[in-house]
């Protein structure tokens, strides 16, 4: 199974760092905070820019750490004393909190690197039973009476906030603007709600391990993950219209790669995500690039042109947590409706 799959992984790497706290070390050590569907990706990435750096620096013996869960937590551990050298997330809020509060990073943060610093892209996907039985295509079919959704919760996760900002945007559009027709829409889709897992990964658990719901709301890079580990028999893939598209900015820490002497490498790390060598290993991983012959060669022609972006619908993402996801804000309302 793709869990145990992943955790066989998970636990060969954990040994390996239990290995190396116990034993001297002579290099360097770059911890990378990362979303929780990550895992995978960086497991090949991380190995090649060892190799890379290998070939550059032969002296320094280079040991890459990871530490997932979703973004939002991951950069509350940040701003509690976890002293990443690089964040590798999936929203631009938990970035740019490590700014504002933290004054970890400087403000023009987004500026270091292409694309707003960010080195690839996806958008959320659906995934179904084979043979799409329940019939789910679009947003709307989503809010039809007794179906089962599995999707991560927007509190903690930027994978589940994603998903509720593009079930809002949809809804929205269609009724002209109409805000009380839009909650009404999104009360009937919350309500499907099966289980709010707190990451993308566990939410991946419960619809696959644990064969919960009809339908599993996750990044498109996640559900091709499931696909490419049980094949084609079992689930299908939906892209809806219209969609998001989910940047996933990189940064490092400045004040922890100073304290840590880690500067150069963490450039480097970041840079090396886009270097051809990298982006063809991200597309090979179910994620879309800006390169574009990259992205003709490993994904069809794919790309971002009809994904819109949350800061061109919703305004900063500053604005869209006040409003949709602070206490007491759109989504509380919604549940608490939804539960009545």
Same mark, same amino acid.
């Given at each position: 199974?793709?869990?145990? &799959?992943?955790?066989?992984?998970?636990?060969?790497?954990?040994?390996?760092?239990?290995?190396?706290?116990?034993?001297?070390?002579?290099?360097?050590?770059?911890?990378?905070?990362?979303?929780?569907?990550?895992?995978?990706?960086?497991?090949?990435?991380?190995?090649?820019?060892?190799?890379?750096?290998?070939?550059? &620096?032969?002296?320094?013996?280079?040991?890459?750490?990871?530490?997932?869960?979703?973004?939002?937590?991951?950069?509350?551990?940040?701003?509690?004393?976890?002293?990443?050298?690089?964040?590798?997330?999936?929203?631009?809020?938990?970035?740019?909190?490590?700014?504002?509060?933290?004054?970890?990073?400087?403000?023009?943060?987004?500026?270091?690197?292409?694309?707003?610093?960010?080195?690839?892209?996806?958008?959320?996907?659906?995934?179904?039973?084979?043979?799409?039985?329940?019939?789910?295509?679009?947003?709307?079919?989503?809010?039809?009476?007794?179906?089962?959704?599995?999707?991560?919760?927007?509190?903690?996760?930027?994978?589940?906030?994603?998903?509720?900002?593009?079930?809002?945007?949809?809804?929205?559009?269609?009724?002209?603007?109409?805000?009380?027709?839009?909650?009404?829409?999104?009360?009937?889709?919350?309500?499907?709600?099966?289980?709010?897992?707190?990451?993308?990964?566990?939410?991946?658990?419960?619809?696959?391990?644990?064969?919960?719901?009809?339908?599993?709301?996750?990044?498109?890079?996640?559900?091709?993950?499931?696909?490419?580990?049980?094949?084609?028999?079992?689930?299908?893939?939906?892209?809806?219209?219209?969609?998001?598209?989910?940047?996933?900015?990189?940064?490092?820490?400045?004040?922890?790669?100073?304290?840590?002497?880690?500067?150069?490498?963490?450039?480097?790390?970041?840079?090396?995500?886009?270097?051809?060598?990298?982006?063809?290993?991200?597309?090979?991983?179910?994620?879309?690039?800006?390169?574009?012959?990259?992205?003709?060669?490993?994904?069809?022609?794919?790309?971002?042109?009809?994904?819109?972006?949350?800061?061109?619908?919703?305004?900063?993402?500053?604005?869209?947590?006040?409003? &949709?996801?602070?206490?007491?804000?759109?989504?509380?309302?919604?549940?608490?409706?939804? &539960?009545?």
């Amino acid at each position: 199974m793709i869990i145990m &799959h992943t955790v066989l992984k998970i636990i060969k790497v954990t040994a390996l760092l239990y290995c190396v706290f116990c034993a001297p070390i002579h290099g360097t050590i770059l911890l990378n905070s990362s979303y929780d569907v990550s895992r995978e990706l960086f497991l090949k990435i991380n190995s090649d820019f060892i190799e890379y750096w290998k070939d550059l &620096h032969p002296e320094d013996e280079l040991i890459i750490r990871q530490s997932h869960a979703g973004s939002t937590r991951q950069a509350m551990a940040i701003l509690q004393g976890l002293r990443a050298d690089v964040v590798t997330y999936n929203q631009v809020i938990d970035v740019q909190i490590l700014c504002d509060r933290g004054r970890l990073i400087p403000k023009n943060w987004q500026d270091r690197f292409p694309h707003h610093s960010s080195p690839f892209f996806s958008t959320m996907a659906f995934l179904v039973r084979r043979g799409n039985p329940k019939g789910i295509y679009n947003w709307y079919d989503l809010t039809n009476e007794g179906l089962k959704i599995i999707f991560p919760n927007p509190k903690t996760s930027g994978n589940g906030r994603y998903t509720y900002l593009s079930a809002w945007n949809c809804f929205l559009k269609n009724s002209d603007g109409d805000i009380e027709q839009t909650r009404i829409w999104m009360q009937k889709f919350l309500k499907n709600v099966k289980v709010f897992d707190t990451g993308g990964r566990a939410a991946t658990s419960t619809f696959v391990d644990r064969n919960q719901g009809d339908v599993l709301i996750n990044f498109e890079s996640e559900a091709k993950l499931v696909l490419s580990q049980y094949g084609f028999n079992n689930y299908e893939i939906v892209i809806p219209t219209p969609n998001v598209l989910v940047e996933f900015p990189v940064t490092w820490i400045d004040k922890n790669v100073i304290r840590n002497g880690t500067k150069d490498v963490a450039r480097a790390y970041l840079d090396y995500l886009y270097l051809p060598s990298a982006q063809k290993i991200i597309t090979k991983f179910g994620y879309r690039v800006n390169t574009t012959d990259i992205a003709q060669i490993y994904l069809n022609g794919s790309s971002g042109s009809q994904l819109f972006r949350i800061e061109d619908q919703f305004g900063n993402w500053n604005t869209v947590m006040d409003t &949709h996801f602070k206490r007491g804000g759109e989504l509380d309302q919604l549940l608490s409706i939804g &539960h009545r």
